[in-house]
């Protein structure tokens, strides 16, 4: 299942590479609100990538990224289930 995940995500940053930065954009901001999530992974694995790749891309940047407390106490609840 991790390589055909890792296929699927590989094929797709591919083809949105080829994409303009204004549709980029725009792609990202029709997302805000949708419930939608990756296929083979469920909305917890979903919520887990926003919240650590979120910080992955803050911090760098020294920007503070707040998480919800309850977001934060679920992700950590199963990432260390």
């Known amino acids: 299942m991790a390589n055909s995940l890792n296929r699927i995500i590989d094929a797709s940053a591919r083809d949105r590479a080829t994409r ?3 549709r980029l954009v725009a792609d990202i901001r029709d997302m ?3 419930r939608r999530h990756n296929v083979g992974v ?3 694995e979903t919520l887990i990538d926003i919240v650590v790749h979120g910080q992955d891309i803050a911090v760098p940047l020294g920007r503070e990224l707040a ?3 309850a ?3 679920t992700t950590a609840d199963r990432l260390w289930w």
Do not use: E
């Open 20 to 22: 303009p930065t204004d």
């Open 32 to 34: 805000v609100g949708s």
């Open 42 to 44: 469920t909305p917890l």
């Open 67 to 69: 998480v919800p407390p």
């Open 71 to 73: 977001t934060a106490v």
